[in-house]
């Protein structure tokens, strides 16, 4: 690559070995819902290797939001929402972390040591940050612009999964619901998700939202005045395709539903 195709940066980790980090489906979607998806995938740069784990621990949830994709990408459809995601591991560099913030790029996951995490120069660190976390949230900055310029109702949901155990703690919800600053939207994703009767609902459950520990949200959904939500399934019921579809049919019916709720408030 050269300079001139304003991706020298990108290239130092990136090369034409790999695909871009960032990844969007139904660009053109007319929903209000834009749904990001930060632990979309599980790639890693071909420099970087294997960062010095086995495979094994690639299909595990320290890598990515085991499911979540199948999910995100049915809800776009089902929805007809803007999607946009990011393609490369967690344990390259985590897009829903302050840069700066330990687990940014983790040197230990849950049990697991990782051991190209170990003892980064400040410039390695810095290409990692230009590669994939940069180019996701600038994506995510410009199409929310977008979306502002032409004065179109933007509610930003975040989605993600979570791991049914950790470090050996069972964790009994079903689906969580995260948020820190908007008193818009969780409470009525709270009471939809209560109506359903069969489900174990978390309120702030697996994880709250926080500014130390959390990024799209807080810069996206806050930050912009944003009505917006984090979404946690538990991997467990979205593992395969059948569960997958479930969760995007159920979820694109709650949105619906809440999106009624949200234009009769005048909300959107
Ligand atoms: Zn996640």
Redesign the pocket.
Known sequence: MTSSDGLSETSLLLTSADVAPVHETNAAGASPFLFTC??YGRLLPKKLGDLGLPESEFVRHIAW?IG?AGVAERMAVLCDAHLVAQRYS?LVIDC?RPPGAASSIPRLSEATTIPGNEALAAEEIAVRRHAIFDPYHQRIDAIIDARLHAKRPTVLVSL??FTPVYAGVARPWHIGTLYHRDTRLPPLLLRALRAEGDLVVGDNEPYAVSDLTDYTIPVHGEARGLINTGIEIRQDLIADQFGQQQWAERLARILSEIEAQLRAERLI
């Open positions: 930060d632990h939001d979540i967690r829903n993600h999964s």
